[in-house]
């Protein structure tokens, strides 16, 4: 069975730009997390969607959003870049919504912001 | 912001030797996980022990959980050099519907050989 796969792996963007991560979860998986991971704040949650609707949100500003497409597959998009957005981005998926099951992790994406 | 405290933040010990580390939460959990990360990559779920448990073994890994006290500890039994890596432990919070889950800062755990 396929891992959780994200894309792209690396990131270089400049101050003001916007980007979009994505995410495939493992097959069958219906929720889909996001966390920012820096060594100043470590991991933070960003919003984890179910069947294509967001459940949780962490406490970001409103730059970052995301979205879940059908196929569960899904996109995190950060507007407005800011040199402190720099960190690695993971996506984990799950097989259940309630907090009872592992997460699985991707290998994440380093965004770099100059 | 963070819910789980890990304790140490730096663990270093030679192999064979075991390590343990220690998380302790603020609020009541739904169920408590750890994690591994090796150099920035991405997590390794280790184990899941749920609120109603109070200990959890897997090979190498003992959990233990005390919900009275808002704590668990990993203990890794025998490192190995390839037991060097940041453990998180992260919480579920109660009654919450969803996935979300609140991680520690880690540990960093370093085994020399």
């Known amino acids: 069975k396929a891992g959780v796969t994200q894309t792209p792996r690396y990131l270089i963007k400049t101050r003001g730009q916007q980007v979009t991560l994505s995410c495939s979860p493992i097959s069958g998986h219906r929720s889909v997390s996001w966390y920012q991971q820096t060594p100043g704040q470590g991991l933070q949650f960003l919003f984890e969607y179910f069947s294509e609707t967001q459940r949780n949100k962490g406490n970001f500003p409103g730059r970052f959003s995301g979205r879940q497409f059908s196929n569960s597959r899904s996109e995190m998009n950060v507007s407005t870049l800011e040199l402190g957005d720099s960190a690695l981005y993971l996506c984990?998926?799950?097989?259940?919504?309630?907090?009872?099951?592992?997460?699985?992790f991707g290998q994440g994406t380093r965004l770099t912001v100059v | 912001s963070q819910q789980g405290e890990e304790d140490p933040q730096a663990l270093s010990i030679q192999e064979g030797e075991n390590a343990t580390m220690n998380c302790s939460y603020k609020?009541?959990?739904?169920?408590l996980q750890w994690y591994r990360q090796n150099s920035g990559r991405g997590l390794v779920h280790l184990i899941l022990i749920r609120s109603n448990e109070r200990e959890k073994h897997s090979g190498r890994l003992r959990v233990t959980l005390d919900t009275s006290k808002k704590s668990s500890s990993l203990l890794i039994t025998a490192s190995r050099a390839a037991d060097t890596a940041s453990y998180f432990c992260a919480t579920a919070p109660l009654n919450q519907a969803g996935t979300a889950l609140i991680f520690g800062k880690g540990t960093t755990l370093s085994v020399s050989s």
């Open positions: 609020t009541s959990i739904n169920n």
């Open positions: 984990a998926s799950s097989l259940v919504s309630f907090g009872n099951t592992e997460a699985f």
